[in-house]
């Protein structure tokens, strides 16, 4: 198996994480196991999710990337590990249909969200990545001048979310939500810089885009995450909703979307 990949095998169950972004998944059979299905009934809905045969509380999914990465080779021949946003998906489908196997693994998955939700809201990061306020301001991704303008978030993204927040897709109050959903990784030194070289205007609006403020690598790293909360936006029908979703689905745990800052 490639370096690249993280693996851990528990109580039978495969799970994976790419090691340059954090995107994580696990085995089809492991995920089988956490539904409480045969390994044939995951395959299956793999298959129609390829071909737009998704029950209804998959539609979502349909045309989304499902795998982690092409096949790999672990102990015992090989596997494609299933995205963690199209696993959720499935848990959520068996835990809707009363598998009690997919509903204790989402009450365990809900229970490290919400531990996470309040870590990124208070803004901690884990031990390795504790430093000094100096330290952190010379990690900052906050750019000092504007890179050119490009699209981060589609028109599906901003007419989603004015959906659910019953608002114009271009009303200023929306802007919460991008900075909870979104941007809630940045350390408040960060901050405090965006305000300096991008500062909100009278209007409330800033003159630049904040992910035009936003160095290359860390862009990149927070484009999987935009495709994730947009997934989960389309099957929410509030804020509330779609904050429940993703409490269940990672805890808003952005500040480990962009674990391996060189601190020194």
Known sequence: MSDDILRQEIDGIEYFTVAATGESGMSQRGLSRLCGVRLSTVQNILENLTENKAPEWLQKLVGSDLYLTEKISVKGGETRPIRAIVCWGILRLYERRGKLEAIVALDAIGAIGINSFIQAKTGWLPE?????RKQRQEVSRILETPQPWTRMFENEFEENLARITK?????????????????????????????????????GRRKYKIHQMLDNQTKERLSPHVTSVL????SANSVDELRRLVGRQYGVDQPNLFDGWNLG
Do not use: C
């Open 128 to 132: 390795q990545y504790q430093s000094s």
């Open 167 to 203: 608002l114009h897709k271009k009303n200023i109050r929306n802007g919460k939500m991008y900075w909870e959903f979104i941007y809630s990784w940045m350390t408040p030194e960060e901050k405090v810089k965006l305000d300096i070289v991008n500062p909100a205007l009278p209007n």
């Open 231 to 234: 997934i989960l936006m389309k």
